[in-house]
């Protein structure tokens, strides 16, 4: 993290991930060993960089790079689980916007830095007056992701089989998050 003993959510900026340029970083933190559940281990450069341009080109989705002082730090994904993700597997209501995060491995971990992460994700989420409510699906196995889920006013819903793995559907309105992010300092 760039010398800095900790992070904010508000430290973060967000731009949109470029498929080509940033192919190389994304191909390092999703094949990481520690980024099983993203479920790229064995992607090629290739592979990534054709996966992301097909997110760039979908207008239900969008991936962007979290900044710390301009450097990337963490990816963010957006999409509409009426079209991506979640269709037929439970009744989205208006406002409804999925997301996933990835935040890579590090030799020098800061403590609450990835609380912070989710923290800034959330707060772009909710940015967009539309959002009513924040959808997510993580891998059962995932206890990391559902504590910070947790933190971030997430609550679980119950399980659902998606293809690839049997996930935790869990929801956060605006005002859950308002409610935890209150009771959080990040």
Request: charged share 25%; aromatic share 8%; glycine share 6%.
């Amino acid at each position: 993290m760039s010398g800095t003993d900790s992070a904010h959510a508000s430290d973060f900026t967000f731009r949109p991930l470029d498929p080509l340029k940033d192919s190389e970083l994304l191909h390092r933190w999703v094949t990481h060993p520690k980024a099983a559940y993203w479920m790229m281990r064995d992607a090629r450069l290739e592979d990534v960089e054709r996966a992301y341009m097909e997110v760039a080109a979908d207008p239900h989705q969008e991936a962007l790079l979290g900044l710390l002082d301009g450097e990337p730090v963490f990816l963010m994904e957006r999409y509409d689980p009426v079209h991506r993700e979640l269709v037929g597997l439970y009744e989205p209501e208006p406002g409804d916007v999925g997301m996933h995060f990835l935040v890579p491995p590090t030799d020098t971990p800061v403590h609450g830095f990835t609380r912070a992460v989710i923290t800034a994700v959330m707060a772009r989420l909710f940015e967009d007056p539309a959002t009513h409510r924040v959808v997510v699906e993580p891998d059962v196995s995932n206890k990391a992701v559902h504590a910070l889920n947790e933190v971030v006013g997430f609550v679980p819903h119950g399980e659902i089989d998606k293809p690839e793995k049997r996930a935790l559907l869990s929801f956060c309105t605006r005002e859950q998050f308002h409610e935890a992010a209150r009771g959080v300092v990040v």
